[in-house]
T-cell receptor, first 115, second 114 residues
Framework: AQSVTQLGSHVSVSEGALVLLRCNYSSSVPPYLFWYVQYPNQGLQLLLKYTTGATLVKGINGFEAEFKKSETSFHLTKPSAHMSDAAEYFCAVTGLKAAGNKLTFGGGTRVLVKP | ETGVTQSPTHLIKTRGQQVTLRCSSQSGHNTVSWYQQALGQGPQFIFQYYREEENGRGNFPPRFSGLQFPNYSSELNVNALELDDSALYLC?????????????FGQGTRLTVV
């Protein structure tokens, strides 16, 4: 069975500061990994995903994430936070053998950006 | 290109009642998944439909059921509502494919059970 752990349910950063959101997964085989963002009263939007190949993945809005197999991690970063980054962020996985893209999500990290 | 749309956006039901939530998938997508997102938690997979057949189910009781129609729209039905069913219900559609296929989410239906 797969599981996803996001360390820190809330993160507060200053505008212009580094955003770092942590995600660790548990899976018998390296899975596919995703980061989604959810703005208030909206659905989820894909930020980026790791499938195979390059372990540093670049996404939308200046976000990137690095897949580290040895650490079973897929942390999300953004060098400089913007007020519009205030939202909830979810890390998710699917298994390589999954029929279709059934996602297992972490508990989420809510990001507050201070001016 | 029309995105994923869900209806209604909000509704309130009484414990023991039944509810039907609807989802129109994005154009060209024949796979629809439903997720339950309780307050303060991540979404949990309920089930997925592909070409009108259930294609996987999460750890939800049988009173959660679904349908997919020939136009690939979908319904989620919940019978005998319980207070713990109060949540945001998300529908996601995608093209058929592998586990890394991107899922596109609707804005959700907020269900409150009183």
């Amino acid at each position: 069975a797969q599981s996803v752990t996001q360390l820190g349910s809330h993160v507060s950063v200053s505008e212009g500061a580094l955003v770092l959101l942590r995600c660790n997964y548990s899976s018998s085989v390296p899975p596919y990994l995703f980061w989604y963002v959810q703005y208030p009263n909206q659905g989820l939007q894909l930020l980026l995903k790791y499938t195979t190949g390059a372990t540093l993945v670049k996404g939308i809005n200046g976000f990137e994430a690095e897949f580290k197999k040895s650490e079973t991690s897929f942390h999300l970063t953004k060098p400089s936070a913007h007020m519009s980054d205030a939202a909830e962020y979810f890390c998710a996985v699917t298994g390589l053998k999954a029929a279709g893209n059934k996602l297992t999500f972490g508990g989420g990290t809510r990001v507050l950006v201070k001016p | 290109e029309t995105g994923v749309t869900q209806s209604p956006t909000h509704l309130i039901k009484t414990r023991g009642q039944q509810v039907t939530l609807r989802c129109s998938s994005q154009s060209g997508h024949n796979t629809v998944s439903w997720y339950q997102q309780a307050l303060g938690q991540g979404p949990q997979f309920i089930f997925q439909y592909y070409r009108e057949e259930e294609n996987g189910r999460g750890n939800f009781p049988p009173r959660f059921s679904g349908l997919q129609f020939p136009n690939y729209s979908s319904e989620l039905n919940v019978n005998a509502l319980e207070l713990d069913d109060s949540a945001l219900y998300l529908c996601a559609s995608s093209e058929p494919g592998q586990a890394n296929t991107e899922a596109f989410f609707g804005q959700g239906t907020r269900l409150t059970v009183v």
